[in-house]
């Protein structure tokens, strides 16, 4: 058993959550509390009301998620808001959530993760925001259908879309997890020649193939997952606990 207390004290230093700029939505950290004691972790990458019965059902009292409870605002207490929160206190789960924060993070990232399972060398932040880089990239030596499949290896043999539009000999990628498709055009300029992420919008595509570069969409989802799983991994071992990943895929 740990302190509810010290383990948000550990995140909260070890994602540095007060520095990390983020959207409105996020509210990084604790968002939900409990009794002040954990049991047994778990991790996901949203806060839904399916993803929460999987949490109670599996014994666990402190969820990481990456994309936390209010991403649409304020809303009335009722429906599925009412069910999600009334199931999470009726079972004592503690709900805490890092968007940016984990995104960013130089070891548990997303965007960390993703490059080392691409064996992507040379790494150096990428695409600034707000004072903060958004993503990484760096070299690879391979072929864009070697990279391609090394992308599908890395999110599970998940469906990949790619727009082939730059070199089929892949040398500057740019990494940027979740849904950073639309800043193409900014990753062009920085001179990747190939751009990494989950989604984009549809524009984004045939600005690719004028812009000349090779994008990747590996899935909002999938390219989201790396994050909560390295630190729900790390925490455990910080404090002694069990750990498990709830899959609640969206299929975005």
């Not at 010290?6 to 409990?34: C, K, M, S, T, W």
């Not at 072929?143 to 082939?164: D, I």
């Not at 549809?202 to 969409?217: D, K, P």
Request: aromatic residues 8%; proline residues 4%.
């Amino acid at each position: 058993m740990a302190g509810l207390e010290q383990i948000v004290d550990y995140l909260g230093d070890y994602l540095r959550v007060n520095e990390i700029p983020d959207f409105p939505g996020a509210h990084n950290g604790l968002q939900l509390e409990n009794d002040g004691n954990v049991r047994k972790l778990g991790a996901a990458v949203d806060a839904s009301l399916p993803v929460i019965e999987k949490a109670v059902a599996a014994g666990v009292d402190f969820l990481i998620v990456h994309h936390g409870m209010f991403w649409s605002g304020a809303q009335m207490i009722r429906g599925g808001v009412y069910r999600k929160l009334k199931r999470a206190m009726d079972a004592n789960l503690a709900i805490y959530s890092a968007h940016l924060p984990l995104d960013v993070h130089p070891e548990s990232g997303n965007n960390a993760v993703l490059t080392r399972l691409l064996e992507m060398e040379e790494t150096a932040p990428f695409l600034e925001w707000k004072g903060i880089h958004l993503g990484l990239r760096g070299r690879v030596t391979m072929t864009r259908e070697q990279l391609l499949e090394a992308v599908r290896a890395a999110v599970g043999g998940g469906r990949v879309h790619l727009c082939p539009a730059g070199p089929a000999e892949v040398a500057v990628v740019g990494v940027v997890t979740g849904g950073a498709g639309g800043e193409v055009a900014r990753a062009a300029e920085e001179g990747v020649d190939t751009l990494v992420t989950g989604e984009g919008p549809h524009w984004s595509y045939t600005a690719a193939e004028e812009l000349g570069i090779n994008v990747f969409y590996a899935g909002h989802y999938a390219t989201e997952t790396f994050g909560v799983k390295a630190l729900a991994e790390n925490l455990a071992a910080h404090e002694g606990l069990d750990w498990e990943f709830l899959d609640h895929p969206t299929g975005m």
